[in-house]
């Protein structure tokens, strides 16, 4: 019989409801023949298994270049009896008929579905719209992430065959909520341990850009564009040897936690932070007033934090030779922080893109006369006391 190609391929008539071209769907990406290759591949097994939805008029000849160069056209119901998914249901009722020994072990396994219900959360459309499973692609990611998980109540409800011929259905609430557990998961897993200096480093650069910022205040800057501000932070960051996307808005919210006196303005091209005439003034007065008690314990904090830091770090290590990164290496970030702030102040514009060779030398020299406290000493200093 000899098609009629301005009919529906599939059923060959000519009915109200409208024909489709995968030739011609709108917003298709890469080849759009893969609907002819795909629906003839499907053509071919159904007959195999002896399930052929409904009768076809074109012959085992037709190939996929004939259906392209004919445009051929079907109507969308008439597609949908030959999908993958009506092809796997067909597929696994005739296993079903062919093993029904195996049937029954598998459902004294499993908890059967009800396929009016999600099958994560057993409710129904009164809760959402039930989709139903439709891909094998699908199903195995959905497998994969509940296996992951090491969730016991989900793997009974999908054990013992694939959710398409189960005719399983979901909420598209419950899989995002699934995924969602899923990447929390594998979030979890990849983090790395800490690093301390990357740690430190980000905290100096930060301090450094809000030392800069208070310096212009004071200075009678009072307008900075956020552009601007992220530029100067992120590359103080990859001068310390940070390469790391930095968020803007993360950024602007710090730095407005920091300065509360701040205000966010937008011109219509750009985000700007604008700080009042009285800051400028509060900057000074905090100058003036200052508080010799808090400074003390400031800077006995500091003092605690870089000992710390000096009697955890591993050092250089010497193997023959001197790397280039040798001396940096041999001190703790903390400790060349502090020595490079007093240096060089902790204006971020006033940075050297390196440690100089005067703060690696101090820093060396300080860690070479740092002093752990004699424990044993003290306890037999305190023998003889009491004796």
């Keep these: 019989m000899e098609l009629n190609w301005d009919h529906c391929v599939i059923c060959e008539r000519d009915t109200a409801e409208p024909l489709k071209c995968p030739l011609q769907s709108p917003g298709t990406s890469g080849d759009k023949t893969d609907a002819y290759t795909s629906f003839l591949t499907n053509i071919e097994q159904f007959p195999a298994i002896d399930a052929l939805p409904a009768e076809l008029y074109f012959g085992s000849d037709e190939t996929v270049d004939n259906f392209a160069s004919c445009s051929a056209s079907w109507h969308k119901s008439c597609h949908l009896k030959f999908n993958n998914s009506k092809l796997a249901k067909a597929k696994a009722k005739t296993k079903r008929e062919h093993n029904p020994d195996d049937e029954q072990k598998r459902h004294s396994k499993r908890k059967a579905l009800n396929v009016q219900k999600c099958f994560f959360c057993e409710k129904g459309e009164e809760e959402n719209v039930l989709h139903e499973v439709s891909t094998f692609d699908a199903d195995k990611h959905i497998r994969d992430m509940i296996t992951e998980l090491n969730d016991a109540q989900l793997m009974t409800r999908i054990v013992g065959g694939d959710l398409i011929a189960m005719e399983a259905k979901y909420h598209l609430a419950c899989l995002v909520k699934l995924r969602n557990r899923y990447r929390s998961l ?49 590359n103080r960051l990859e001068e310390l040897g940070i390469k790391k996307l930095v968020n803007k808005t993360r950024l602007k919210g710090h730095l407005l936690e920091r300065f509360p006196e701040a205000q966010e303005q937008y011109d219509g091209r750009n985000t700007v932070l604008i700080f009042k005439e009285g800051m400028r003034n509060m900057l000074k007065e905090a100058l003036k007033n200052r508080d010799f008690s808090e400074d003390a314990v400031i800077l006995a904090k500091a003092a605690t934090i870089v000992r710390k830091d000096i009697f955890s770090h591993q050092g250089f290590k ?28 902790s204006n971020l514009k006033d940075q050297d893109k390196r440690d100089s060779q005067a703060c690696l030398t101090i820093g060396q020299c300080i860690v070479y006369n740092t002093k752990k406290k004699n424990i044993s000493y003290c306890c037999e200093y305190q023998t003889h006391s009491g004796a």
């Design 186 to 234: 594998t979030r979890k897993a990849s983090q790395t341990p800490e690093n301390t200096d990357e740690k430190m480093n980000e905290s100096r650069a930060f301090v450094e850009l809000t030392s800069y910022i208070e310096k212009s205040v004071d200075s009678g800057t009072l307008l900075f564009k956020l552009s601007e501000i992220h530029s100067l932070y992120v």
């Design 318 to 345: 010497f193997t023959g030779c001197f790397p280039a990164e040798c001396q940096e290496d041999s001190l703790p970030s903390s400790l060349k922080s502090l020595v490079s702030m007093i240096l060089n102040g």
